[in-house]
Every structure is written in structure tokens, then in C-alpha cells.
């Protein structure tokens, strides 16, 4: 990374897109403190996250303020059941029992795996592995989420819940969300942001329909269809907004048909 | 050719997994494995190369029972990309990794240094000759774990998940790269969530739902047929979503990529043909 700046408002949904190898996931690692405690190298410059100058503080008291969801589930679950897995994090942080087993049972429900609560990870899909991940993070209800491509497992439809869900509990918890992803097709929605890097800098900032231009498609940015076609059809002159919901895309294409 | 035949599988001591499903993929032919979270999929896929034989029915090779061959045997044919490439990278450079195999078969020193350096242009991973498989990010580690597959050039290839932490110019790199290899007569069977890059490769789908398939057809088939896509967890592509909410969507129900999109309606915007068809409501 070089150079990177830039400020996120409490309750904001930000997406961080990037071509693979961008620097999004060391971005994120700089978050939460794994950068530099448990990775080394050398790092510059200032961090603040939920008020706290992350400078010299360690991962687990960061843990408090920032949740970080994992590309691979497989990496932080280890329980032996998935409730298990759930309240690991809240048993570490000293909440009473009372008050743990009923967030633990509301992040389950949440992410939709109360049925799977005595199974182990291992039993379960990846899909399914990944939404008790996010229930373990969600039921410690840290101010800021972090996600790097928490859907990158899930089948299309629980991916579209997960996020819903994501966005539902952004909106009602008032957190603060930074959700690496690569299937803006599903997320761009919910976005009020969307942060776009290459080469360890970031490129683009903005708005959904203000960054999904051809800038973002040349640096290899997997813009929504709808978005891409009204790309397409702009090319060929025709008077189209830039969508970036199936919704908008079907309004503006039946005016053009239906205009004639 | 890999060939399926009434095959159901269990774990020890666990459900069923899949259920009397029957299959076959011809040489050069390319098939996308679609469903949701926990449908079998993976456990189908790993039959392929002989990780796990049927309990009951037959998985065969080019005629040949993966039960009559060790999984070493099989593997030279049915190369298989895991879904995690950490499951599979273990060299201490991209380069080694990629020679690993070589060395196994019993290639001769130059042979493998030609193949290492053609698949590491081919995967883009030049820049990384040198480094530590570890080093690099998800979506960089899973094209290692491909080239260190093709690099034994398998007859067929099974890919799990091979478009997770893609971005888009490496998912173009990749259905370029699955054109070449189904033109050079390999079957292709890629597992797969990711709609949007079924609908711009247009294989034939195979759908797997709680261990049974429930779909076999042409992508433009299956992908827009409402039931089945919601009995598998999947979601149409948002082309065909946008397709279906146009006027003019019964001729336009198969289309599911944007270039077939775009084609189909520019000659109807400038003519506005699309004002005699009412709407059709997706389900």
C-alpha cells in the first residue's frame, strides 16, 4: 500500500473493490491490528478506528471496537459446536452469561444457523461455516465491521441474505461497515460508498453510480450487468442512466422501448 | 471421458450425500456444477480424480473404475483444484510448486523448466517466480494452485470454486483459458456459485440439489427457469432478470449475458418493436 487515505463516517456502508493482489485484504488486516502485530513488515503513517489510534494497541483490544470477518471460515471457526463458536468471542470479552447466551442466540438467528447450533464447523458447508463466522463477530457487537468477501463461499441466494443482513443490522446498529468484496452485483445497493484500489493506492471514491465508470472497468472492476450494459447501450447513443439495480436498468430500458 | 453411474456416497457414519446420480462428461466438453451450500457438489467432484470412491455405483475414467486405481493413478489423469488452494500449496516458491508434480512424474529438468515458465505467463503469475506461495493474496494463491495442476496437462480438469477473489480481468483470463483447454479435447468441470461467469461462458449446467441433480441442460436453459434456480439457491443473472421485466420477454427469455443483451435490443429501441409484448412478471 502507498499512500492511503481516507476517512469512513460512523454508520457509513463502504464497499472496497480492487483487482486481486490490490492491497484490500493487508488494508483491512491495518484495521483490526494484525498489521503490524502478527504480521511484519514496515508501516507508515496514521490509523484511527472507533476513536482509537490503533498505533501500539494489540489486536485483541482492537477486537472491542472492530470485527473482522475472514475470506475463509475455515479460519476462525475451531469450536466444537457452532453456539460454541458463537459465544467464543463474548466469553473472551467477559459478558455475563445471561446476556451471552441471548446475543449468541440472536446472532444465530440472524445469519440462519440456529438449527446448526450443535453441529461442529467441520459438518458443516462452507456457506454455511461462513454465516457462523459473521454470527460470532455480530454477536460481540463491535462499533465497526470489517469484511473481506464474506461471500466468496455462499451460494448466490444466502449471499444476497448475508448481505441484506449485513446492511439490516448496519442501519439498525448504527455500525460502521467496510465490506471487501467482488460481487458488486449484490452489494452495490446498500452501498453509500464504494472505494476502489489498484496498485496499493486507491483509484476511485465515491458513490456507486459515480465510481462505476470506465476507469473502474479498465482497472478490472466486475461492474454490476445491468451497469455494464447501459455502458453498452450509452456507447451506441442512447439516453440511459448509470443503473446500478436491475430495478432501475428495467425502468430506464422500458421508457426507451416504450418511447418510440 | 468421465462417466457416473448410479453413484450415492455417505461420509462414515453421516447422511447420505449423494443420491443415485448419474452423469457423464464427454472429452472436450465443458460443464458448470451448480447448487447450493451443502448440495454434494464438492463430494461429487472429488469422486472425479479417485479422493473418495462410490459406496455404491461407479465412477469410471475413460472406461477405467477409479476403484481399480489408487488415487495416484487417477490424479495423472483428473487433475483437481481445491476450492482452498492452502489445501493443496505447500513449496517454498511458486516455481518449486509448480515443478513439484513434474519432478514426480519423472520429467526431465527441461521439460519442466519450459512447462514452469509457459504456465506461470499463462496464470500471470510472473511476478512471483520467486516468491512464497504464502505471500500472496487469495485470489493470486488460487491461480498457483491451477497452474500447478495444468502444468501436468491432466486429461480432464475439475475446478472447485475457481473464480472466488477473482477479479474480473482474471475471470476473463480464466474462461479464455477453459476455451483453450476444451478446445485441446479435455473435459472441464468447474464447481461453481458464480452466476454471473456461467452466464458469460455458457457451459452446459448440471444442477445438484441435497445430493440429487435436478437440472442438466444448455446455461440459457436452466439459468432462466425460475424453479429450478430457486430450488438450487441460485439467482438468475441479473441480464435475464432485466430480460424478463422488458416488454418483448418472450423472445428475449434465454438471454443472460450483457453482448447478447445489447444485441438483442438496440435494433428494438431504434425501431421500438418492444411496444407490442406486455411485461412478464419473474417469479
Known sequence: ?260 | MISVRKVSFNYPDGPQVLHDVNLEVKDGEFVAIMGENGAGKTTLVKMFNGLLKPAKGTVAIDGVETKERSVAQVSRDVGLIFQNPDSQLFAETVTQELGFSLRNFGFSEDVIQKRVTSFLHLLDLEQYATASPFVLSGGERKRVALAAILVWDPKHVIMDEPTIGQDYLQKERLRNLITQLVSQGKSIVIVTHDVEFVAECKPRVVLLSHGTIIGDGPAEHILTDPKLVDQASLKMPQIAILMNNLPSADRSREIIDVYSARDFLLPRIRTGTGTTQSPQKVA
Open chain 1, 1 to 260: 500500500m502507498e499512500q492511503v487515505s481516507f476517512t469512513i463516517e460512523k454508520g457509513e456502508f463502504v464497499i472496497l473493490t480492487g483487482p486481486s493482489g490490490c492491497g484490500k485484504t493487508t488494508l483491512c488486516r491495518c484495521l483490526n491490528g494484525l498489521i503490524p502485530n502478527f504480521y511484519s513488515g514496515d508501516l507508515t503513517g496514521e490509523l484511527e478506528v472507533d476513536g482509537v489510534n490503533v498505533e501500539g494497541k494489540s489486536t485483541a483490544e482492537l477486537a472491542t471496537h472492530v470485527g473482522f470477518v475472514f475470506q475463509n471460515p475455515e479460519n476462525q471457526l475451531f469450536s466444537l459446536s457452532v453456539e460454541r463458536d458463537v459465544g467464543f468471542g463474548l466469553e473472551n470479552l467477559g459478558v455475563p452469561r445471561g446476556e451471552a447466551i441471548k446475543r449468541v442466540e440472536w446472532a444465530m438467528r440472524a445469519t440462519g444457523v440456529l438449527e446448526l447450533r450443535d453441529k461442529a464447523p467441520h459438518e458443516l458447508s462452507g456457506g454455511q461455516q461462513q454465516r457462523a463466522a459473521i454470527a460470532g463477530i455480530l454477536a460481540m457487537r463491535p462499533n465497526v465491521l470489517v469484511l473481506d468477501e464474506p461471500t466468496s463461499f455462499l451460494d448466490p441466494k444466502s449471499a444476497e441474505e448475508i448481505v441484506a443482513v449485513i446492511a439490516k443490522l448496519g442501519h439498525e446498529l448504527g455500525l460502521t461497515i467496510l465490506l471487501v468484496e467482488h460481487r458488486l452485483d449484490i452489494v452495490s445497493r446498500y452501498a453509500d460508498r464504494v472505494v476502489i484500489m489498484d496498485g496499493g493506492r486507491i483509484q476511485l471514491d465515491g458513490a456507486p453510480r459515480e465510481v462505476y465508470n470506465d476507469q473502474a472497468r479498465l482497472i478490472g472492476i466486475g461492474l454490476p450487468r445491468v451497469t455494464m450494459l447501459a455502458h453498452l447501450l450509452r456507447k451506441e447513443g442512447f439516453n440511459l442512466s448509470n443503473s446500478i439495480t436491475v430495478e432501475e436498468a428495467s425502468n430506464d430500458l422500458r421508457r426507451l422501448l416504450l418511447d418510440r
